[in-house]
């Protein structure tokens, strides 16, 4: 067999490939799951809340494995998740390599879209994936998923019931119109902030409103040109933030870090095998405590590229161990913060200080959220291994599913599903980043498979019973008496 050719062969060939590839496994799977209603309606057996990169991988699980699925995002078209939105990175963090959402299908993967279009030669010049171009392939994997995904759809209520469904309102953010979905399993897939969202130190609530942004706020590029701007926080988001400013004419940008140091290594990175993407949700209490606080402990570096983006700037500053004690406004409007190491003027904080999960401060989850169980309910760690993150984590069972907290009742919560960011100390780095989106995909559809069966054994018991397509016509032997035994039938091949 000869090597492939270097040149591009165009997304219409690749996308002839992918149906060819797919033919071969038999995928997706023909539907099996037993159509149900409540009264006249029809019940969809699963919603996912967030059609973003997690979202569209784990509805196409789902469908390649029988089971129908529907997709509700508030964003509109090609803009669901971060990448085009709230995201300033010039690059994607994790290598290029990565297979990501494609679920292991070959031609699925950004690879295979990326040299069918600009050919093997450009793949091995390319260093890290730009973040626009990421997004569009996002686009072009959720358009050659088959999934039907409904945009500018926001959740306003997700309420479980007893009857074996959740009672889904959504509203028409272009109309202003709600409807109604009734929906046998709910996932969702809402991102970083999925059950929470962005945070902040208690002293930013005496800065004036108009001058305290979080990195997750969408602002124009030049909305801090000719400012003076104080970034909290030394991580990733805050080196984007700080270069985005820097770029587009900001006077000055302090960056302020609590530590003595800038963390050098990404303890994550670390932590990626075959063994933690299958393994980790196996492993006791204590080990995936130890672990996740470990991580959290050294915190995770920013890339190498996104610090030379900002430090190549003169007039950007690094300033470690320090922190904000008070803060006052000047008389001109700016902001005075006061350190630990002296003053500092400023007329713009931005907040890259990650998010808390936070379940209260989402109406969508009213109906449920005082209900979930989270790991400080029942988990207590050893003096030094507090951790308020992994504290409010919710604790989720093998289907990523929420359980009741000890001393509540709420009927129907195992129908919903945590398939973001706050899973990973039940499930381990499988519900949102790119390295281990496939496995924890193809894990939460394997268990919706074998809830589904069990949930309609009995109807699946009596189409068994049911089925007659005959495998013989009955003409393929004639049937001989044994010699000398007249009363018995053998068969004979015909």
């Known amino acids: 067999m000869q090597p492939s050719s270097l040149s591009p062969i165009g997304l219409e060939q690749l996308e002839e490939r992918l149906r060819t590839e797919l033919s071969y496994l038999n995928l997706p799977a023909n539907v099996w799951v037993v159509p149900r209603t ?18 569209v991988c784990v509805a196409t699980a789902l469908r390649y494995s029988g089971v129908p699925v529907e997709v509700f995002d508030q964003s509109a078209d ?44 450009a793949w091995q010049a390319l260093d890290k994936i730009p973040r626009p171009q990421w997004a569009e392939y996002l686009h072009w994997l959720k358009r050659m998923s088959g999934v039907t995904v409904h945009n500018r759809m926001r959740a306003e209520r997700i309420e479980p019931t007893a009857n074996g469904y959740s009672r889904l309102t959504f509203r028409n953010l272009d109309s202003g119109e709600t409807s109604e979905v009734l929906a046998r399993r709910v996932i969702l897939a809402t991102g970083r902030d999925g059950l929470g969202g962005p945070w902040m130190p208690d002293w930013a609530q005496e800065l004036p409103a108009d001058r305290r942004f979080h990195s997750s706020d969408l602002w124009a590029n030049d909305a801090f040109r000719g400012k003076r701007v104080v970034v909290i926080g030394v991580g990733a988001s805050a080196m984007d933030c700080a270069a985005t400013a820097l ?9 302020l870090a609590r530590r003595q140091q800038i963390p050098r290594i990404n303890k994550s990175k670390g932590s990626g095998s075959m063994g933690m993407a299958h393994g980790f949700w196996k ?31 003169p007039n950007a500053y690094f300033h470690t161990h320090v922190w904000v004690e008070s803060t006052q ?7 005075r913060l006061i350190t630990n190491q002296g003053p500092l003027d400023t007329d713009v904080v931005i907040f890259s200080t990650g998010f808390r999960i936070n379940l209260e401060v989402r109406p969508e989850f009213a109906a449920f959220a005082s209900s979930i169980r989270r790991w400080g309910d029942r988990y207590q760690p050893s003096v030094g291994q507090e951790d308020i993150e992994l504290f409010d ?15 509540t009742s709420c009927p129907g919560l195992e129908r919903i599903h945590c398939f973001c960011y706050p899973a990973t100390l039940s499930h381990g780095a499988v519900a949102g980043d790119i390295p281990q989106i496939s496995d924890g995909a193809q894990r939460l559809a394997r268990a919706l498979c074998a809830a589904f069966l069990q949930e309609d054994i009995e109807t699946h018991f009596a189409q068994l019973e049911e089925y007659s397509e005959p495998e013989l016509d009955g003409d393929e032997w004639e049937e001989v008496p ?3 035994v007249q009363s018995e039938t053998l068969f004979r091949n015909a």
């Open 247 to 255: 770029e587009n004419g900001a006077s000055k940008v302090h960056l």
């Open 283 to 313: 492993l006791s209490d204590d080990w995936k405590w130890r672990i996740r606080h470990y991580i959290n402990k050294q915190q995770v570096p920013p890339p190498k590229g996104s610090t030379l983006r900002v430090s190549r700037f």
């Open 393 to 407: 984590s919710p604790d989720l069972g093998e289907a990523f599913e929420f359980q009741a907290r000890p001393g």
């Open 38 to 55: 409540v009264g006249e309606r029809a019940l969809l057996p699963v919603a996912v809340i967030g059609g973003g990169m997690a979202g």
């Open 482 to 484: 044994l010699p000398g």
């Open 329 to 335: 406004v000047n008389p001109d409007g700016s902001i």
């Open 78 to 121: 090609q803009l669901e998740g971060p990448w085009l939105t709230s995201a300033r990175m010039e690059t994607l963090r994790s290598p290029k390599e990565l297979t990501g959402p494609a679920l292991g299908i070959p031609s699925l993967t950004f690879r295979a879209w990326f040299t069918a279009q600009f050919g093997e030669q």
